[in-house]
Every structure is written in structure tokens, then in C-alpha cells.
């Protein structure tokens, strides 16, 4: 339970030890009566505001561009659906867009092309979306990879209408160039048989549609890129490869371009290897990717690991049914070697200064969220579920705090789904901001109206003697 009253807006800020640039961020879906997508500096002041820009995500690009979307399909027929993929300009007007993936007709409505795109792309030039020195994505041509929906049944994973994920590249001119779909390869998933029955009996259904089973539920795509793993001669790792991960199924794996195989897997159960041990159980994870060359831990993977809620297998008390079977009440940050699947960093409620079990609770996002490796080594974190961004050092310090001020009109909750920090230079359009330090504040002193709140004007000791 949060406390009814507490700071929201930057809330720490040292500029000597933060990686200084623009932060994007947009509401959670949850919040989309009033949909827009916001940009602020490192003191919190917002610098543009796209109104009516979905975000799942927003991304800036150079130059002031910004991706998104402007519309999404009512809930009734289609679960995180939107209808478009945009990129805008700063003034808001569209420079290019995509929506041809499939034709719809949603009950007495008129047919409409949708992109059924969801929770993550990458443009052309950047392997991951986020800043990376000398990679950046291009604004006026190139290819776009797009992660996207499409219904179907497929009996060997349930007779139940599915909500598959699929990925797309598409040209400049929206031409499909590429397509996989995520249930041609269930056979490789390594499911084990009471995880295949749960799976069968409920593929984490959904009311949209009239019931259908976003069963995988990929929350985040992106290639590799040049990395020495390949260079070293391990194919799996090729840098056109496309790493992904199934927050239901708790499974992240790299998919090889050319042959669609997946190559490279960790879950659904960590406990198969020693690397997988090492490890632990990863619970409803979003944002997993290989770090980009040019970036410190270049090569790792990093994940934001919810913990929450998650899972098929064997029912359990927390689990009649078997979905959801693997729960955690506190969410991690890792870094890890790919190959010997080795904890390189990690931020925990451990190191966030919490004791595990009995606070880690305050470290915790059993949703959304992200985590995006920065230049000076630091590692920007998205603990969606309760609006707040921060900065870390390697060695855990907080250097840089936000918390969302923005509250949905229709939900009161301040969710952010994925956040990002672009150099100031990728906005020309206004001057580089003043950096203003905020120091941590002591709220054991802070007090609302009342300065005298709190003041204790008597203290009674107690006397440490019995009286016979």
C-alpha cells in the first residue's frame, strides 16, 4: 500500500554522476481517456507533450522525431491492439506511418487496416531503441521491425482461440518483407507436460473477442547487433538474431533471422543447468535485450524481472489451475552472460537497501518497466507500476529520481509503461537545459503545514530497576 500523500517530480538529482539528457515517457494504457507522451530534463520540467500519442512505447529519435501511436482498438474485439504506428514530428505532425499488417471488421464497423502492433519495435539503424553511441536509428528510410498480434488456433498448444505474437519487418513504404509467428514454435519451447495441460485448459485467456489466449504475451523485441559473441564464432548470436521474451510464459530466447529456429533460450524453469540456478526463477519479465556495442556490458543481457505473477506448471497454493504458477513479491534488475548465464550486475532489493523477505516489497513492479544500459555505465530503471524512474550507478547509488506526476483522469494511478533517456543533442529544437542539483531529502524531518508536527515536548525514560 502506497502512502495517500507523497513527492512527486524529481525527487533526487546529482549532475556529476547522472548521465544528463531528455527523459521519454508515456501514461500506461491504463490511462489512455487522455492519451499523450511527454518529454522532460533531468529537473523534471516537461519540454514537449504529444497529445493524443499512445506510447507502447514512445521513442524519440534524432532530430525531435518521436514514435508512437495515435490510436488503439476498442478492447471488446482485441486485447493491446493499436491500430497505427507513427513517427511524429516536435510540432506533432505525422512524417510517416504504418497500419497494413491486417484488415479488420469489428462487429457493424466498416473494415479498417491495423497494425496490431504492441509493446515494442525498432527502427532501422539502432538495435535496441535507446541510445547508443554511433548507432542511430534513421528518421527518413530504412526498415522497421514491429512486434505485432494475430489470432489463430493451434491444437497442439489448445483447442482455444489464440492471441498469438508475431514479428514483422516492413519497408520505408510499409511494404511486409518479413514475418514470424511465436506458435509455429512451441514444439522448441521445451513446455513440460503439467505446463502444456495448464497451458491447454487456459492459455491466460482473455475477454476480448469473445475469449482468446494471449498465451505468450512478448513484451519487448530487438537484434542483437554486432557483438563479440558472434565474432568469437557462436552462430546463435548473430547480429541480425532477434531477442525476445514471453512475460506469461517466462521465457526470453533469440529467434535466428534466417531460419526463424530459436537458438538461444533461458526459462520456462530455471532450473535445468547450473547457469540456470545461478539465475533463478525469472517471473513476468519485460524489456529484455542484448546490450549494444559502444555500451559498457556490451554483449549481456539485461532484463527487467518483474517477480509478480506468471507461468504454467503444476498447480500450487498459490495456483489452483496451474497458470500462474511461479510467484515472486519483489522485482530485480540482471545482467547476465549469455553464454555461461552468469550474473554480471544486478539491483535487487538487496542492494536497493531492503531486506529479502520482509521489505523486499518495496522494490517491486509486477508489470510493465524497463531497464536501459547509459553511457557512463549507469542503468536507467522503469519501476512502472508505481510512475517512478530512476538512475544507478554500478556500484547502486541513486543518482537521479522522478516520480510520475501525471495521474490518469480515468484510472488515478500514475503508471509508466517504459521510459528512455536520448542525449540533449537529439533535440535541436531548444537550448540545453540548467542542471540543477536536488539533494535527497530527509523526510524524517519533512512535515505537511505544521512545523511544530512531530516535536516531541516530553521524554519519559523508563527506569531500568525493580522495585521488590
Known amino acids: 500500500m502506497v502512502p495517500s500523500i507523497y513527492p512527486t517530480g524529481v525527487t533526487i538529482y546529482n549532475p556529476e554522476k547522472c548521465w544528463n539528457g531528455y527523459t521519454v515517457f508515456t501514461l500506461s494504457l491504463s490511462q489512455n481517456s487522455d492519451p499523450w507522451s511527454v518529454l522532460i530534463d533531468m529537473n523534471?520540467?516537461?519540454v514537449n507533450r504529444w497529445h493524443g500519442l499512445f506510447g507502447m512505447p514512445s521513442k524519440i529519435l534524432p532530430g525531435g522525431y518521436i514514435m508512437g501511436n495515435t490510436a488503439i482498438r476498442d478492447r471488446k474485439y482485441g486485447?493491446?491492439?493499436m491500430v497505427d504506428l507513427v513517427q511524429v514530428d516536435w510540432d506533432g505532425n505525422?512524417?510517416?506511418k504504418f497500419n497494413r499488417y491486417e484488415l479488420i471488421k469489428d462487429g457493424k464497423r466498416k473494415p479498417q487496416w491495423m497494425a496490431r502492433q504492441h509493446h515494442?519495435?525498432?527502427r532501422e539503424g539502432n538495435p535496441v531503441g535507446y541510445y547508443v553511441p554511433g548507432m542511430e536509428p534513421l528518421v527518413n528510410r530504412g526498415k522497421t521491425l514491429i512486434l505485432c498480434h494475430k489470432n489463430l488456433k493451434k491444437t497442439n498448444i489448445s483447442e482455444k482461440l489464440l492471441e498469438d505474437d508475431t514479428i514483422i519487418e516492413v519497408s520505408w513504404d510499409g511494404e511486409l518483407i518479413w514475418e514470424w509467428l511465436c506458435s509455429?514454435?512451441?514444439?522448441?519451447?521445451?513446455?513440460?507436460?503439467e505446463a502444456r495441460n495448464a497451458l491447454a485448459r487456459n492459455p491466460n485467456m482473455r475477454d476480448s473477442g469473445g475469449g482468446m489466449g494471449d498465451w505468450m504475451h512478448i513484451n519487448s523485441i530487438?537484434?542483437?547487433g554486432p557483438n563479440q559473441w558472434f565474432e568469437q564464432g557462436d552462430s546463435r548470436f548473430h547480429p541480425d538474431n532477434i531477442i525476445w521474451d514471453g512475460r506469461q510464459a517466462n521465457i526470453i530466447a533469440i529467434t535466428d533471422k534466417k531460419t526463424g529456429k530459436i537458438v538461444w533460450q533461458v526459462g520456462p524453469n530455471y532450473t535445468a543447468t547450473t547457469g540456470d540456478r545461478n539465475l533463478g526463477q525469472i517471473i513476468g519479465q519485460h524489456h529484455a535485450h542484448m546490450i549494444p556495442r559502444g555500451l559498457p556490458g556490451e554483449g549481456n543481457v539485461l532484463?527487467?524481472?518483474n517477480g509478480g505473477w506468471a507461468g504454467y506448471g503444476a498447480p500450487n497454493p498459490g495456483s489452483s489451475r496451474g497458470i500462474d504458477n511461479a510467484l515472486r513479491d519483489y522485482s530485480r534488475v540482471l545482467e547476465f552472460d549469455p553464454c555461461t548465464l552468469n550474473i554480471v550486475w544486478q539491483y535487487t532489493p538487496k542492494e536497493a537497501g531492503f531486506t529479502i523477505p520482509m521489505s523486499a516489497f518495496m522494490f517491486y513492479s509486477g508489470f510493465i518497466s524497463s531497464a536501459q544500459r547509459l553511457p557512463n555505465g549507469n542503468t536507467l530503471i522503469t519501476e512502472g507500476a508505481c510512475g517512478r524512474i530512476f538512475e544507478v550507478t554500478p556500484g547502486h547509488e541513486i543518482v537521479w529520481e522522478y516520480i510520475n506526476p501525471y495521474f490518469g483522469k480515468r484510472s488515478g494511478v500514475n503508471m509508466v509503461y517504459r521510459a528512455y533517456r536520448v542525449p540533449y543533442q537529439w533535440i535541436p529544437q531548444i537550448a540545453e537545459p540548467e542542471e540543477t542539483t536536488i539533494s535527497r531529502m530527509d523526510i524524517s524531518k519533512f512535515?505537511?503545514?505544521n512545523s511544530k508536527a512531530g516535536q516531541t515536548k516530553k521524554v519519559t525514560r523508563i527506569q531500568n530497576h525493580i522495585t521488590r
Not at 509455429?184 to 507436460?193: L, R, S, T, V
Open 94 to 96: 505525422i512524417t510517416w
Open 447 to 449: 512535515r505537511v503545514f
Open 79 to 81: 486485447f493491446q491492439d
Open 120 to 122: 515494442d519495435y525498432q
Open 184 to 193: 509455429d514454435h512451441f514444439e522448441e519451447m521445451g513446455f513440460g507436460e
Open 303 to 305: 532484463v527487467f524481472d
Open 222 to 224: 530487438s537484434t542483437l
Open 44 to 46: 523534471g520540467d516537461t
